[in-house]
């Protein structure tokens, strides 16, 4: 209700859809493989999986490194 009808105001209750972003970092990994640092805009569940699987594996599954 409108503050000059006894209410809190129209706009202070009004509701906002909320945005749900990737968590992403920027980092250098090292690639054993290629003997060389890629750089990466990766996820944090990105680099867990790096850690988990190794960088070329991951990478190579993901399409931005040739087979």
Known sequence: ??????G???????NVPRKFQPNLHEHRI??????KFVRLRVTARGLKTINKNGAYKALKKAGLVAA
């Open 1 to 6: 209700m409108a503050k000059k009808k006894g």
């Open 8 to 14: 809190v105001g129209r706009h202070v209750t009004k």
């Open 30 to 35: 090292w690639v054993p493989e290629l003997r």
